[in-house]
C-alpha cells in the first residue's frame, strides 16, 4: 500500500468502505450535488437489530490500497456506487457495460453495487431492477437516500454471512492464511501441517473475524477476538499482524470510551449497537465528560467490560503496534496512519506531550516518492494535528512548508492562491496579526530581528541578481521616518552674496522684447516652482530642512542621514555640482510630532544643484530616499546655483560698542553700532581692522557714509578719512589684516535757540555752559571756566561753545570682488 489515508482515525475500523465514482462524462457540479446527498447516509440503523452500520465513502480510492483488505477490512471496498448520464436507449448497452468494467476493478472485495443513471427515459427505465436505478434528471430524484439504504442493508447482509462463516469453528477443516500482498512470495514451501504455522492461521483469522465483528456492530465480540488472535499472535512472533490485532483491539476500545469519535467532528457518530455499546452510549451523556475527555464512571465500566482497554492501556498498546510495524519497510503507510490515529485519541485526553512524540515519529517515516500534492497533505494535515494538541508554532512551521510546496519549482502551474491562503493561516501561530491594533508589539520585534540579521549583512542599495539573472531592486524605508515637508535653506545673513549696485548698469537685460509671451511665462512659472531665487556658495556649509516624525510605537534611531547627488561615488540620488554631504544621526521617541531635521554639506564646485533625495541608515538598513516617490511632500523648490567661491570679510572697531541703534537694518544689510562722545569741536580718529578670513583675496575696496539725523538740525561732515595709505596693502591675501582711520569731527549749529536745545536733550546730546531750567529738561549749570565777565550776557542765546555730543553710527562698509560680497562684523 503506498498512498496514505490522513484523515483516518480509529473509529473507521468499524466502517465499511463504499467509492462512489462517475461513468463516462457527468458534470463535476452534478456529480458533487449527488456525492454529497448519498455520504450524507453515513450510518444506518440494521433492521430487527439494535446494531449500527457506519459508511465511510470515497470518489477515489487507489486500487493497490484495496489489496490490504484481509489485513484490516476497513481498507476493502465492499461497496460501489456509479453516477452516469445516458440521453437515449442507444446509449444503454454501451453505459452498462462500463458499469460492469468498473465493477471488476474492485470485483474481487464487492460485497454489492449499484449504478444511477440520469436522464433516460421509456420502456427501459421503467423495467424494475435492484441494481439500477433511473431519474429524469438531477432535480428530479428524491429517492436517493431510500436507494442508498437499501444498498447499506445488502451490504449488512454480506457482511453478516461472512462474519458468521468465519467466526463458525470448523476444526476439521483447514484454515486459509492470510497474507498481505508483499507476505505471498515468502510462504511458498512452507510446512502447511506444523504446529507454528497452524497458529498463524488461526491467529490472523481470529484477528479478521475480530475487524468483521467490529463492522457488523458486535464490538463486545470484535474485544474477545482481538483478544485471543494477540496470545496467537505473539506465541508466534508474527509481529506484522500481531501491530493489526493490538491496532484492532485499541479501536473498539475508543469506539467503547468516546461514542462521539475522535476525528473531531463532536455528535457525527450515534451510540453503537448490542447490549454493551448501547450501556455505554447511554453514561456518556452530554457533559458527563472529565478533563480528558472520558467518563467519570470509566473504571465502573470497565469493570463491567474486561476485554476493552483503558485510557492509558490504549497509548501503550498503539506504541506497541507501532514498534511491530515500523519493523517491516513496506508497512510505512499503516504505521504513519496509526500515529495519526493515536494523536487524535491523545488529544481527546489531553496529553500533548505524548502526542507530539507520536507526530515526530510520523514526520521521519519513509514512504515512497511522494507526488508535490501528496506532500502538500501530509504537510496540512500535520500541521492540522499539531494544531489540534495545542502546538501552535509548530501547526504554523509545518502549514508554511506546505503553502512552499504549493509553488515549488518541479510544478508547472504554481498554486499561488493556495500557497497565499495557507500562509494566512499560518499568521496566528507565529503571533502575527493583520489588525493594525496589533502592530506595536510585532514591529518592535520584527525591527529587532531585522536588527540581528542586518548586523551580520548589512542591508544596501545594491540590485541583487540572482543565478537565473532574475535582479531584484532595493528596496528603501521611505517611511523611517515620514518626511513631510523638504526646504532648501538660505545662508545665514553675514555669507548671504550681494550683487554689487554699482555694476547693475552693465548687466544685459534677458527680457523678451514682447509684452506677453504665453511660452515664455509658462517656462517662467516652470522655473519659479523649481528653481530657488537665493544662492549657495562654493566652499560654504549649505543646509536642507526636513520636517520628520516617528510612526513607530517605539524609539527609532536614524543614523548616517545626509544629502545625496549623482556625483558621490557611490552612485547617488540627484543631478548637480559635486557635493560633499556630512552625515547626521538623530532619536525621534515613539510617534512623534513633525521634528526638524537640518542636513548639512559643502558643494564642492559651481553650477546648478538638484537635491532630490536622503540617505538613511535605520535599523542596519541602507537606503536611499527619492522625494518623487514620497507622497505628500511639500517643497520650497529642489534646485539652487552653486557660485564661485567669494571673499569672506571680518571687521572690527576701535570703539566700544553701542547699547542701542538709531535706525534699524535691513535684511540685506550687515551692521554694527558704535558709540563715542564729543565736545563741540573736538575730533577722534576711529580704527578700523578689515581681515580676509576667506579663501579669496579681497581686491576692491569701498567706503561710504552717511549721517542719520531725521531733524536735520546737523551739518557739515563728520567723518573723513583717506583710503591710499589702505587700498596700498591690497589686493588682501587671506588672513591678512588692513587698517584705515576714519576721522570723526563734531560741528553743531546753535543758532535756533531753546527749541534746539531741547531737540538736542531729546536726541540724547548733552548741553554745557547754559543756565537752562524746564519741568522736563535737565537743568545744567555753566562751567566755570566758561563763566562771563557781564552777567547780563550770560543770558544771551547762541553762545554754545561747549557742547557733548554722542552716537554716531558707522553703518556699513562694502568690499566688492566681482560681483558678489560677502561679509561679517
Not at 149 to 163: G, M, N, P
Not at 251 to 276: D, F, M
Request: aromatic content about 8%.
Amino acid at each position: 500500500m503506498s498512498v496514505p489515508d490522513y484523515m483516518q482515525c480509529a473509529e473507521d475500523h468499524q466502517t465499511l468502505l463504499v467509492v462512489v465514482q462517475p461513468i463516462g462524462i457527468v458534470p463535476e457540479e452534478s456529480f458533487f450535488r449527488i456525492y454529497k446527498r448519498i455520504s450524507a447516509v453515513s450510518q444506518v440503523n440494521v433492521r430487527d437489530s439494535q446494531r449500527v452500520l457506519y459508511i465511510r465513502y470515497r470518489h477515489h480510492y487507489p486500487p493497490e490500497n484495496n489489496e490490504w483488505g484481509d489485513f484490516q477490512t476497513h481498507r476493502k471496498v465492499v461497496g460501489l456506487i456509479t453516477i452516469t448520464e445516458c440521453s437515449s436507449a442507444k446509449e444503454w448497452p454501451q453505459t452498462f457495460e462500463k458499469f460492469h468494467l468498473q465493477k471488476e476493478m474492485y470485483g474481487s472485495t464487492l460485497y454489492d453495487s449499484r449504478l444511477f443513471v440520469f436522464g433516460l427515459q421509456g420502456e427501459i427505465a421503467e423495467q424494475p431492477r435492484t441494481d439500477v436505478a433511473f431519474y429524469p434528471s438531477y432535480d428530479e430524484c428524491e429517492t436517493v437516500e431510500k436507494r442508498i439504504e437499501d444498498f447499506i442493508e445488502s451490504l449488512f447482509i454480506v457482511l453478516e454471512s461472512k462474519r458468521l462463516d468465519r467466526a463458525t469453528d470448523k476444526s476439521g477443516d483447514k484454515i486459509p492464511l492470510l497474507c498481505v500482498p508483499f507476505e505471498k512470495k515468502d510462504f511458498v514451501g512452507l510446512d502447511t501441517d506444523s504446529r507454528h504455522y497452524k497458529k498463524r492461521c488461526q491467529g490472523r483469522m481470529r484477528k479478521h473475524v475480530g475487524d468483521l465483528c467490529l463492522q457488523a456492530g458486535m464490538l463486545q465480540d470484535s474485544l474477545v477476538h482481538y483478544h485471543m488472535a494477540v496470545e496467537l499472535l505473539r506465541s508466534v512472533n508474527d509481529f506484522l499482524w500481531l501491530g493489526a490485532a493490538l491496532e484492532g483491539l485499541c479501536s473498539a476500545s475508543v469506539i467503547y470510551h468516546y461514542p462521539g469519535g475522535t476525528g473531531g467532528k463532536v455528535g457525527s457518530r450515534r451510540a453503537q449497537g448490542g447490549s454493551l455499546s448501547a450501556e455505554a452510549g447511554n453514561r456518556h451523556r452530554p457533559g458527563a465528560l472529565t478533563s480528558n475527555g472520558i467518563n467519570a464512571d470509566t473504571s465502573a465500566e470497565i469493570g463491567r467490560a474486561k476485554n476493552c482497554l483503558s485510557p492509558e492501556d490504549i497509548i501503550e498498546k498503539y506504541k506497541e503496534a507501532i514498534s511491530y510495524y515500523g519493523k517491516y519497510k513496506n508497512a510505512g503507510v499503516i504505521e504513519l496512519e496509526a500515529c495519526v490515529k493515536a494523536v487524535r485519541v491523545l488529544a481527546m485526553q489531553k496529553r500533548s506531550m505524548e502526542a507530539s512524540e507520536f507526530l515526530q515519529n510520523a514526520v521521519y517515516i519513509n514512504l515512497r516518492q511522494l507526488s508535490e500534492e501528496e506532500k502538500i497533505q501530509r504537510y496540512s494535515i500535520l500541521s492540522e494535528l499539531y494544531e489540534r494538541i495545542g502546538f501552535h508554532r509548530k501547526s504554523a512551521f509545518f502549514k508554511r512548508i506546505a503553502a512552499m510546496q504549493c509553488a515549488a519549482p518541479s510544478i508547472p502551474e504554481p498554486g499561488w492562491r493556495a500557497c497565499y491562503k495557507l500562509l494566512l493561516e499560518t499568521l496566528p501561530g507565529y503571533s502575527l496579526s493583520l489588525d493594525p491594533q496589533d502592530f506595536s508589539k510585532e514591529k518592535k520585534d520584527v525591527t529587532q530581528s531585522l536588527e540581528s540579521y542586518t548586523a551580520k549583512c548589512p542591508g544596501t542599495m545594491e540590485v541583487i541578481t540572482l543565478p537565473d539573472g532574475l535582479k531584484l531592486p532595493p528596496v528603501p524605508f521611505t517611511k523611517l521616518p515620514i518626511v513631510k515637508s523638504v526646504k532648501l535653506l538660505n545662508l545665514p545673513t553675514s555669507l548671504r552674496p550681494h550683487k554689487m549696485k554699482s555694476l547693475l548698469g552693465q548687466n544685459v537685460s534677458t527680457k523678451s522684447p514682447f509684452i506677453y509671451s504665453p511660452i515664455i511665462a509658462h517656462s517662467r512659472g516652470e522655473e519659479r516652482n523649481k528653481k530657488i531665487d537665493f544662492q549657495w556658495v562654493q566652499g560654504d556649509v549649505c543646509e536642507v530642512q526636513l520636517m520628520v516624525y516617528n510612526p513607530m510605537p517605539f524609539e527609532l534611531r536614524v543614523e548616517n542621514m545626509d544629502a545625496k547627488d549623482f556625483c558621490d561615488t557611490k552612485g547617488l540620488l540627484t543631478t548637480g555640482v559635486e557635493f560633499e554631504s556630512l552625515p547626521a544621526a538623530l532619536s525621534l521617541p515613539a510617534e512623534s510630532g513633525l521634528y526638524p531635521v537640518t542636513l548639512v554639506g559643502v558643494p564642492q564646485t559651481t553650477g546648478q544643484i538638484t537635491v532630490n533625495g536622503y540617505h538613511t541608515s535605520v535599523f542596519g538598513v541602507f537606503s536611499d530616499c527619492l522625494l518623487d516617490n514620497l507622497p505628500g511632500v511639500k517643497t520650497n523648490g529642489c534646485t539652487v546655483e552653486v557660485i564661485p567661491a567669494l571673499p569672506r570679510l571680518q571687521i572690527s572697531t576701535s570703539l566700544p560698542r553701542s547699547a542701542h541703534t538709531l535706525q534699524p537694518s535691513s535684511g540685506d544689510e550687515i551692521s554694527t553700532n558704535v558709540s563715542v562722545q564729543l565736545y563741540n569741536g573736538e575730533t577722534q580718529q576711529l580704527i578700523i581692522k578689515l581681515e580676509n578670513i576667506g579663501t579669496e583675496p579681497l581686491e576692491k575696496l569701498e567706503v561710504t557714509a552717511k549721517t542719520v539725523n531725521t531733524k536735520e538740525k546737523l551739518y557739515g561732515d563728520f567723518l573723513s578719512w583717506n583710503l591710499e595709505d589702505t587700498l596700498c596693502q591690497f589686493p588682501l591675501k587671506p588672513g591678512k589684516i588692513a587698517t584705515f582711520i576714519v576721522n570723526i569731527k563734531v560741528k553743531l549749529d546753535f543758532s535756533c535757540q531753546e527749541n534746539l536745545l531741547q531737540d538736542l536733550s531729546d536726541d540724547g546730546i548733552s548741553v554745557s555752559g547754559l543756565p537752562l531750567s524746564s519741568p522736563f529738561r535737565q537743568v545744567v549749570k555753566p562751567r566755570m571756566e566758561t563763566k562771563p565777565l557781564n552777567p547780563q550776557e550770560s543770558s544771551k542765546v547762541g553762545d554754545f561753545s561747549h557742547v557733548k555730543a554722542s552716537l554716531f553710527e558707522i553703518e556699513q562698509a562694502g568690499i566688492c570682488t566681482g560681483e558678489m560680497t560677502q561679509g561679517s562684523l
